[in-house]
């Protein structure tokens, strides 16, 4: 079992940066995939981001290329989200997620999830 933490939320204005960081419980944390997901106020969780076991392979949501960067680091039990030239419409809960079996880019295959943090982008 894992338990993850994430912190790094907060209000930006639009064109700013943040760090979402991912902290995960165990000695298994190198063994599971992680994800990024975020929900906006009235609507459904989306996928923002994903990373293998290693960090060798991310994918990313169209709305994320380009300015949002996951990485992780195994020794550390973290996984990251570096967000850039945010905009209003970023403004959710962001949740990190551990999938034990693949790099999936739908919310229900994952196992485990945080408690999420809130980022707001100010315009």
Do not use: H
């Not at 994800?35 to 459904?44: H, I, L, M, N, S």
């Amino acid at each position: 079992q894992v338990q993850l933490v994430e912190s790094g939320g907060g209000l930006v204005q639009a064109g700013g940066s943040l760090r979402l960081s991912c902290v995960g419980s165990g000695r298994t944390f190198s063994t599971y995939a992680m994800g990024w997901f975020r929900q906006a106020p009235g609507k459904e969780r989306e996928f923002v981001a994903v990373i293998d076991r290693s960090g060798g392979t991310t994918g990313y949501a169209d709305s994320a290329k380009g300015r949002f960067t996951i990485s992780r680091e195994n020794a550390k039990n973290t996984v990251y989200l570096q967000m850039s030239s945010l905009k209003p419409e970023d403004t959710a809960v962001y949740y990190c997620a551990a999938d034990r079996w693949s790099t999936s880019r739908s919310a229900g295959v994952y196992d485990y999830w945080g408690q999420g943090t809130q980022v707001t982008g100010s315009s």
